[in-house]
């Protein structure tokens, strides 16, 4: 979809959205990570609130592995807007992925059992896994936000501010542009996406830059906002490259470098508590078959097949296992298309948009430690925890409807 401009700024857009959730949700909360575009929207929702002198909750979630600054600048937001929020500084093991290592692929924040290893400790007003009931043993970040949402409706019309912004990224300008919404907006507006029974996700500046982010603190200089990313320009960090997430991921691995440099204290903590910190850091700037980034060689007298192989020997079993189970389904894939047999490599303009198998294409995967397999056009499963909550939830339900027909029957007797 292309982007249609209109002669009202964003500030006004975005000022105007909040305003049409406040007037039709009755509950609201916050999804706030202390970075720079949830910090601007948190400011916009709070300004609301006072205004009607509502309360909305702000979900915190912590994943331990933290700049400083950041916790600084949590405590200074839930401090400064105390009176109108419900704060929810959520500090629950939850597995996340680990993209420096094939021996740890994933690694979970606040493990009780690595306690001594923790970066840093619970902050004391926290909210732990007894505070949500729909709360399991290592779930998934992106389960948890959705069960929270459900939990927090108590069955009436909820909104989920969610500070993403369309220039950020094709998934995220998908998230607003999609005609597979349609059905699942809140009185058709597309800033708005329904998540579960009577829950909707808004994204109010979902059509500001960068620039405009920094504009508003500018022109509102008495608000604060995370003072990490004035060490990322000193650094010489570029605008559009500062971000604010776990240190392991696929994508935030490329800023594992910095703590490095602006919080030598919470960096020697980061190296010592996940499995290939150091060499993650060291090395994911580099191309080639370092990280798998752009052209890759096979070494003398292998074919990428052979190469692939290779590398699946040199992992750990559990990690071998799982990518076996990915390339099995992805050559199953191709040999339904119509490929007999997978070539050692294919033209790279078609590898590259997904078009044509190749062993080349596998190998790829491997040295970018790419554990879903993203790169083969695959994608990562629901946990088993989210299934087991399913499970218990279908239980749930199918007690409470013949604890009806009970109650039914008796009163018809």
Known sequence: MDKIYNSVDVLTAARSRIKIVFDNFE?????????KDSTVLMHLIMEEAVKRKKKVAVMFIDFEAQYQETIKHIYKMFSLYKEYIDPHWICVPMRLRNAVTNFEPQWVCW?????????????????TEQ????????????EFIVLFGEWYSQNKMTAGFIAIRADESLHRHCAIATWRKEGLMFNDYRWTTKTVTNCYNVYPIYDWKTEDIWTY???YPKKPYNKIYDKMYQAGVKLSQQRLCQPYGDDQRRGLWLYHILEPKTWYKLVERVNGANSGALYIQENGNMTGYNKITKPENHTWKSFCNLLLQTMPKKTREHYLYRFKKFIHGWHQRGYSKIPDESP??????????????MCKVLLRNDYWCKGLGQSQPKSEAYQMYKE????RIESKKKTRQKQQELFSA
């Open 131 to 142: 505070d949500y009931p729909f709360c399991l043993p290592e779930m998934e970040f992106e």
């Open 111 to 127: 493990d009780e059992s690595k306690k001594d290893m923790w970066i840093r400790e619970k902050p004391f007003s926290c909210k």
């Open 348 to 361: 790279p303009e078609l590898e590259n948009k997904c078009w044509a198998p190749s062993w080349r294409r």
């Open 27 to 35: 509950r609201i909360y916050c999804a706030f990570s202390g970075g």
């Open 392 to 395: 218990i939830k279908k239980r």
């Open 217 to 219: 603190h500018a022109h």
